[in-house]
């Protein structure tokens, strides 16, 4: 069983809202200085956008994910929850990297790395939707998971909702 860091799933209303703050910025900013250059408006437009995305409330871990090769185990501040994978209707999950895993044929050399915490999972139980995002640490632990994953599929598990990332590192 492998135990993962958990993470709330974000919201894209909150990436509409840094939009809306970086227009509103700019808008703000060329009718106080009516007279400045586009390019300098548009320098003031990223820096105003950078700054909202960098003072937003930082990932905290919210929990703890174990993946078994018979079970999921979920454990956060409102749920305590362990199934069986025979009980669950439907799980997604979705696999993209390890901390520091290099993605293949990315030209832009500073975000061709994985954060660790680009990774998915959503689970269907008891009419219920729980999903989270998680955080994998390193090379070993995404071992572990193709392993368990493995295992789920020999196991006769539905493995249609599960997409690992193929990028070669």
Same mark, same amino acid.
């Given at each position: 069983?492998?135990?993962?860091?958990?993470?709330?799933?974000?919201?894209?209303?909150?990436?509409?809202?840094?939009?809306?703050?970086?227009?509103?910025?700019?808008?703000?900013?060329?009718? =106080?200085?009516? %007279? @400045?250059? $586009?390019?300098?408006? +548009?320098? /003031? #437009?990223?820096?105003?956008?950078?700054?909202?995305?960098?003072?937003?409330?930082?990932?905290?871990?919210?929990?703890?994910?174990?993946?078994?090769?018979?079970?999921?185990?979920?454990?956060?501040?409102?749920?305590? =929850?362990?199934? %069986? @994978?025979? $009980?669950?209707?439907? +799980?997604? /999950? #979705?696999?993209?990297?390890?901390?520091?895993?290099?993605?293949?044929?990315?030209?832009?050399?500073?975000?061709?790395?994985?954060?660790?915490?680009?990774?998915?999972?959503?689970?269907?139980?008891?009419?219920?939707?729980?999903?989270?995002?998680?955080?994998?640490?390193?090379?070993?632990?995404?071992?572990?998971?193709?392993?368990?994953?493995?295992?789920?599929?020999?196991?006769?598990?539905?493995?249609?909702?599960?997409?690992?990332?193929?990028?070669?590192?």
């Amino acid at each position: 069983m492998i135990k993962l860091k958990l993470y709330k799933q974000d919201d894209n209303r909150l990436v509409i809202l840094q939009i809306i703050v970086g227009v509103l910025g700019l808008l703000g900013i060329y009718f =106080i200085f009516p %007279n @400045l250059e $586009n390019s300098v408006l +548009i320098v /003031l #437009f990223f820096l105003i956008l950078g700054y909202v995305m960098i003072t937003e409330k930082s990932n905290k871990a919210i929990g703890i994910l174990f993946l078994g090769i018979n079970e999921i185990k979920l454990e956060t501040i409102d749920i305590n =929850i362990q199934l %069986n @994978l025979s $009980n669950i209707d439907k +799980i997604e /999950l #979705f696999y993209s990297g390890y901390k520091g895993k290099k993605v293949a044929g990315d030209f832009v050399p500073r975000f061709n790395v994985f954060s660790g915490i680009d990774n998915f999972i959503a689970i269907d139980v008891l009419n219920k939707r729980l999903q989270y995002k998680f955080f994998v640490e390193d090379k070993a632990e995404e071992d572990q998971i193709f392993n368990i994953i493995q295992q789920w599929e020999k196991s006769g598990y539905d493995m249609s909702n599960i997409s690992i990332n193929k990028k070669k590192h």
